[in-house]
């Protein structure tokens, strides 16, 4: 049992998401923890103390001034005699008062008092977990050293809502908790990771992409939460799903992933395997654009260059100690890579051919070379997992 004498605060929020609660409770024992839950006035609604008494095996706290706790200051000691606290659900009111330091229930005095590590499992309304707000929270939280899981993407209890901000699976929450509680090499490291392509939209219909599937940039994330690192992945559009243990950021374009890198900010490293669009259109048509019957012209499209993720995060006044980048090239391997590896300020280029004929692009397997100031080391062909599974040992060599 991986979780054995290690012992779990759960703190329970007030949403639908409360019930998965339950199903995380006995996930976490099935691990060998012992877990202690403290329930809001809100999530009572929706769950009985009594149920998740019984399958905690252990008195469920709900009141600040309780008479029989408080006399040893009870919600200090319940912040203190856990090894993490994992709120579950994190509602937008729960992350409001704990970026702001508020204290006016059990739940946010044991949460303001604690010097363990915490980790939110958010679920609200998307709009709710999209607005400016909660954003700003998060970004505090994270900026405070709080780690989150989720949200994911999917239906809603309301009829007919759907997107970011359903709570992450038990199962899910769980391997964050082995990953924040591990004892890999990466364990206590944060670390930003980029996958897939960017769509940079032409008009409502239309878009300027790439070929990049996010196999290997997922396959990175997975592999680096392993070994314990707690991740960050920001993806582009892709066909997978998230990781599991992992916290996944959707994004569409370049700015939207360069936003939501600098927002992950500050990390111990950061890997960027993103195949960023270099350019977009200046302006992008409200509408779709029609071909006009008779005329043989297309349209002309004045193209931007986009942000580079890669050299701002590279020379960033909060550069991660480690940064890598990946060179995706169709000629010149070696040269075009150190050329990147010199001009962005990464600390390693993976420069990989990409050419047409070797199926890298949307396909299984990658063979790559490691660019650093050290000189280049080329690996053999192998599949992107084995790849991910060797760079993830390689970063974590170089942070320790």
């Not at 008195?59 to 040893?72: A, S």
């Not at 769509?199 to 997975?222: F, L, T, W």
């Not at 259109?281 to 193209?303: C, D, F, Q, R, Y």
Request: glycine share 8%; aromatic share 2%; with cysteine.
């Amino acid at each position: 049992m991986k979780l054995a004498s290690r012992k779990v605060l759960l703190v329970i929020g007030g949403g639908i998401a409360a019930y998965k609660s339950l199903e995380l409770i006995r996930r976490l024992r099935d691990e060998g923890a012992a877990v202690r839950c403290v329930m809001t006035a809100a999530a009572q609604h929706f769950l009985t103390p009594l149920s998740v008494g019984t399958l905690s095996a252990d008195r469920v706290f709900t009141d600040l001034f309780d008479r029989n706790d408080e006399h040893d200051v009870g919600h200090i000691r319940l912040s203190r005699e856990a090894d993490l606290i994992v709120v579950a659900p994190a509602t937008a009111d729960l992350m409001s008062k704990l970026a702001h330091g508020a204290a006016s229930d059990l739940a946010s005095a044991v949460l303001l008092a604690t010097d363990k590590p915490v980790l939110l499992a958010p679920a609200m309304n998307p709009r709710m977990w999209n607005h400016p707000a909660t954003q700003r929270n998060r970004a505090t939280l994270l900026a405070d050293g709080i780690s989150f899981v989720g949200p994911n993407r999917g239906e809603m209890a309301e009829a007919g809502e759907a997107g970011e901000g359903r709570m992450a699976e038990p199962a899910e929450i769980v391997a964050a908790v082995l990953a924040r509680l591990g004892t890999g090499p990466l364990a206590g490291k944060r670390i930003i990771v980029t996958s897939g392509p960017t769509h940079e939209p032409i008009d409502p219909v239309r878009y300027i992409a790439n070929r990049s599937s996010g196999k290997q940039g997922h396959a990175i994330a997975a592999a680096l939460a392993r070994l314990g690192a707690e991740v960050r992945l920001v993806t582009g559009p892709v066909a997978l799903p998230d990781p599991v243990g992992v916290g996944t950021t959707h994004v569409e374009t370049a700015a939207q992933m360069l936003a939501a890198v600098e927002r992950a900010l500050p990390a111990d490293a950061a890997v960027f395997v993103a195949a960023v669009a270099d350019w977009r259109v200046a302006e992008a048509a409200a509408e779709k654009i029609k071909k006009v019957p008779g005329t043989a012209s297309a349209p002309v499209l004045h193209m931007v260059e986009n942000p580079d993720i890669l050299a701002t995060v590279g020379h960033h006044v909060r550069r991660p100690r480690l940064v890598v980048g990946f060179a995706a090239e169709t000629q010149d391997l070696l040269a075009n890579g150190t050329r990147k590896l010199e001009r962005k300020g990464a600390d390693i280029i993976v420069a990989n051919d990409v050419s047409k004929g070797t199926g890298v692009m949307g396909g299984e397997r990658n063979r790559v070379t490691i660019l650093s100031a050290g000189g280049a080391e080329e690996w053999p062909e192998m599949s992107k997992s084995e790849v991910a599974t060797r760079l993830a040992r390689l970063i974590a060599d170089r942070l320790a």
